[in-house]
Structures are given as structure tokens and as C-alpha cells.
């Protein structure tokens, strides 16, 4: 078995993980196609995803993280698709995600995306994220923030 298929079988404990990895990857698969042709306000609209049931799952969250930070490796995907990717199912978890871009200067073309939950960064260090300013941030519903 490669490498790439044990840590597929290894996000999969029972059915439901399995209809989460293949969401995930069936999103990391069209996403690098709809965010040519969306503009960013509508395509993280369109990755929202309301709430399912009253309570926080942070069990869901947790496989959601761990299976979108898997995936995303697996397809060679950007920091925009993963982050898309995290938030919608995040916000399924009712975990209320925030998805947020930044720039490094304002005078250089180096941006970067994440994904936030209780004003944390996921899947980012700190370190990581130092050099970026946040420019705008999205929040409940696709609501842009500024």
C-alpha cells in the first residue's frame, strides 16, 4: 500500500469519515477551477455551510482538520483551496470559522489564506503567519469583514 493510500485509510475509523474524505476531495478537486472563474466573496459563500444541530462538535472537528491537512497535501493544493475546504466543513461542525487573507507588504504580491476558530489560527503557526497583515476576513455565512 503507498504511502498517499495509508494515510487515506487512516482519516476512514467508520462510514461517516468516509463521506467526509470524499467531500473534502471532490472540493479540493473543482476548487482549483471555481476560483478562477468565482470572484473570492462569492466562491466563500458559496463554501459556507449552515450549522448541523444545536451543540459544538470539537470530535468533528478534529477529524475535519486532520482530514483536510491530509488531503490537501495528497493534491498538492494552495493555501486558498484548503482553507476553503476547512472552513466549510468547519462551519458544519458549528465550530464558527473565519476565513481570513492576508498580505505580506503592501507593496508585494504575496498573499496568504487561513482558516481561524476562537481567534486561533489552524493548520498555521504563529511564526508562520508574521509576516502577513490580515486584509480581509470572512465570517459567519460568507459575511465579509473587514
Not at 500500500?1 to 462510514?15: H, N, W
Not at 477551477?33 to 466573496?41: G, T, W, Y
Not at 489560527?121 to 473587514?146: I, K, N
Amino acid at each position: 500500500m503507498s504511502p498517499d493510500a495509508r494515510a487515506l485509510a487512516g482519516l476512514v475509523a467508520r462510514p461517516r469519515d468516509a463521506l467526509l474524505v470524499g467531500r473534502v476531495f471532490g472540493w479540493l478537486c473543482v476548487l482549483p477551477v471555481l476560483k478562477r472563474r468565482l470572484p473570492l466573496a462569492r466562491l466563500v459563500r458559496l463554501m459556507w455551510l449552515e450549522p448541523r444541530g444545536g451543540a459544538r462538535n470539537p470530535v468533528q472537528e478534529k477529524r475535519t482538520i486532520r482530514a483536510v491537512a491530509r488531503l490537501s497535501r495528497t493534491r498538492r493544493g494552495n493555501c486558498l483551496e484548503r482553507s476553503l475546504v476547512l472552513y466549510r466543513y468547519l462551519a458544519r461542525a458549528n465550530a464558527d470559522p473565519r476565513l481570513v487573507v492576508g498580505m505580506a507588504r503592501p507593496d508585494e504580491y504575496l498573499g496568504h489564506v487561513w482558516v481561524t476558530v476562537d481567534g486561533q489560527p489552524l493548520l498555521e503557526t504563529p511564526e508562520s503567519l508574521a509576516p502577513y497583515t490580515d486584509v480581509v476576513g470572512f465570517g459567519r455565512g460568507g459575511a465579509q469583514e473587514t
